[in-house]
Nanobody
Framework: KKQVEESGGGSVQAGGSLTLSCILS?????????MGWYRQTPGNDCELVST???????IYAHSVKGRFTISQDNAKNTMYLQMNNLKSEDTAMYYC???????????????????????WGRGTLVTISS
């Protein structure tokens, strides 16, 4: 079964750090692949946080640039999001996504229901307290 699954969310104080992981099952990160992280808070659209392409090209939302780092370990079929200097506005459900990201807008209505992205995880909650 092809799927992605996130882990690593939690509660930290502002200024702290967390690392999210996303394990790919049955999905090959090949030449045309783009994977990424989205996040969503209640009542708001799902927004793109960061993407990584199979050639290593990375993209970051302006709000996280310089604080978050996306990476991949092909040997472990795992993607990571290192989040430093966390702020209260980073509080959200974070979703791993794969395939279809390149052709999708940076903001989509509801993460898990956006059908043009092929694979969504169930989300991992990140809560930042000030």
């Amino acid at each position: 079964k092809k799927q992605v699954e996130e882990s690593g969310g939690g509660s930290v104080q502002a200024g702290g750090s967390l690392t999210l992981s996303c394990i790919l099952s049955g999905i090959t990160f090949d030449d045309d692949s783009v994977m990424g992280w989205y996040r969503q808070t209640p009542g708001n659209d799902c927004e793109l946080v960061s993407t990584i392409s199979s050639d290593g090209t990375t993209i970051y939302a302006h709000s996280v640039k310089g604080r978050f780092t996306i990476s991949q370990d092909n040997a472990k079929n795992t993607m990571y999001l290192q989040m430093n200097n966390l702020k209260s506005e980073d509080t959200a459900m974070y979703y791993c996504a794969a395939d279809g990201i390149a052709a999708s807008p940076p903001t989509v209505g509801n993460c898990e229901n956006y059908g043009d992205i092929d694979y969504w995880g169930r989300g991992t909650l990140v809560t930042i307290s000030s």
